[in-house]
């Protein structure tokens, strides 16, 4: 069965830091990998995803996630915190077919940035 | 915001009422999805529907009954609901079939989620 794991429950850094989202995942076959924030009180919404080639994947407000298949990671990374980044960030793996090709996603990081 | 929009956004009941949560999207996507939020825990895929058949049921019990009478359309029914159902549950759509091709690398979009507190 497919997983993702977010290995740290929050993360904290100061404005204009440079952030790091841990995430690994598993799943049989190639990958599809996604990042989304949520606000609180909100929903989910998209930051970015892995489909193919270019391992730097540049998604919304500034964020980027760099795809490692032989460590099977997907990172996410900003070089500048602001306070308004703060927020769940969320992790997830969908691979191509059959039972695969559910959305899966991870437990969850609440990223902290202070001034 | 997303173009997922979900109604209401708080709700409150007791465990023998019945009540309804509803999910319309404005994207045209051709699939959408129940997940339930619960603190401390990953997102639980609750139900999905594809072309407006339901293709995955993950073990929810019969309290929770879904309903899609069009692609744009997505209810939840409650009934007889425990304190534990209380959480945030999140309506999601996507676009999954192409030309009759599961697709499975796009992003889902998700409403703003009920918060539902069951007393």
């Known amino acids: 069965a497919q997983s993702v794991a977010q290995p740290e429950d929050q993360v904290n850094v100061a404005e204009g830091n440079p952030l790091t989202v841990k995430c690994t995942y598993s799943v049989s076959g190639n990958p599809y990998l996604f990042w989304y924030v949520q606000y609180p009180n909100r929903g989910l919404q998209f930051l970015l995803k892995y489909i193919t080639g270019d391992n730097l994947v540049k998604g919304s407000y500034g964020f980027e996630a760099e795809f490692n298949k032989s460590q099977t990671s997907f990172h996410l990374k900003k070089p500048s915190a602001l306070v308004s980044d703060s927020a769940l960030y969320f992790c997830a793996v969908r691979g191509h077919t059959g039972t695969a090709s559910k959305l899966t996603f991870g437990t969850g990081t609440r990223l902290q940035v202070t001034l | 915001e997303t173009g997922v929009t979900q109604t209401p956004r708080h709700l409150v009941m007791g465990m023998t009422n019945k009540k309804s949560l509803k999910c319309e999207q404005h994207?045209?996507?051709?699939?959408m999805y129940w997940y339930k939020q619960s603190a401390k825990k990953p997102l639980e895929l609750m139900f999905v529907y594809s072309l407006e058949e339901r293709v995955e049921n993950n073990s929810v019990p019969s309290r929770f009954s879904p309903e899609c009478p069009n692609s744009s359309h997505l209810f939840l029914h409650l009934h007889t609901l425990q304190p534990e159902d209380s959480a945030l549950y999140l309506c999601a759509s996507s676009q999954e079939w192409n030309r009759g091709r599961l697709i499975t690398n796009t992003e889902a979009f998700f409403g703003q989620g009920t918060r539902l507190t069951v007393v």
């Open positions: 994207l045209g996507h051709n699939a």
